[in-house]
């Protein structure tokens, strides 16, 4: 069974940044997609962030240009990093990995790691 791991939250100032890993377990063997979301108080989950294993990347309208998703394929992490954070980014931030290997899907999701921006 995969693992996720989310470090990185913490409580920040409006305009400061942080840099979110995600790291599995283990090596994922058909890795479709990696990304990140997030859930706000009070609100249902939303995609912060994707990368696709060919590399093409998506980001939600409202962090484009602030955000940014990447991987390093040895280390078996991804990595969310935000530049000028707001008050509205705050929220639990999770890791997610799809995969599919063998005609099966695989769904993978972290704990969570609490992103706290002050104004």
């Known amino acids: 069974q995969v693992q996720l791991e989310e470090s990185g939250g913490g409580l920040v100032q409006a305009g400061g940044s942080l840099r979110l890993s995600c790291t599995a377990s283990?090596?994922?063997?058909?890795?479709?997609?990696e990304g990140w979301y997030r859930q706000a108080p009070e609100k249902q989950r939303e995609l912060v962030a994707t990368v696709t294993r060919g590399g093409n990347t998506n980001y939600a309208d409202s962090v484009k240009g602030r955000f940014s998703i990447f991987r390093d394929n040895a280390k078996n992490t991804v990595y969310l990093q935000m530049d000028s954070l707001k008050p509205e980014d705050t929220g639990i931030y999770y890791c997610?990995?799809?995969?599919?290997?063998?005609?099966?899907?695989?769904?993978?999701w972290g704990q969570g790691t609490q992103v706290t921006v002050s104004s």
């Open positions: 997610n990995v799809q995969a599919s290997t063998l005609g099966s899907g695989y769904d993978y």
């Open positions: 283990r090596s994922i063997f058909g890795i479709v997609r």
